[in-house]
């Protein structure tokens, strides 16, 4: 079975940075716990731009852990599954 993923952006202000970063914490340990890779990067000319990846070893597995969270995202989360290009 594929990969599947899904991504998540954020854009926040300086001064809500240290907060959100708390929560960004909270949600890796909680996805890692639920059998998911975890990935976070921001944006290098624009400070607060993030966007995190979550990973999974199969889309169930994902969704699982997505419908689970205690920090779901307000919009809809789109699963992208791996694709074999060989």
């Known amino acids: 079975m594929a990969r599947a ?3 998540r952006r954020s854009i926040v202000p300086i001064a809500d940075r240290k907060k959100f970063l708390q929560k960004v914490k909270a949600r890796r340990t909680y996805y890692l716990s639920a059998s998911c890779k975890f990935w976070m990067f921001e944006e290098s000319d624009l400070s607060g731009a993030f966007v995190e990846f979550i990973e999974a070893d199969d889309p169930k597995t994902l969704a699982k852990a997505l419908a ?4 779901q995202p307000a919009e809809a989360v789109r699963i992208y599954e791996e694709v074999d290009v060989d």
Request: hydrophobic share 30%; net charge negative.
């Open 5 to 7: 993923l899904t991504i």
């Open 68 to 71: 689970e969270s205690p920090d």
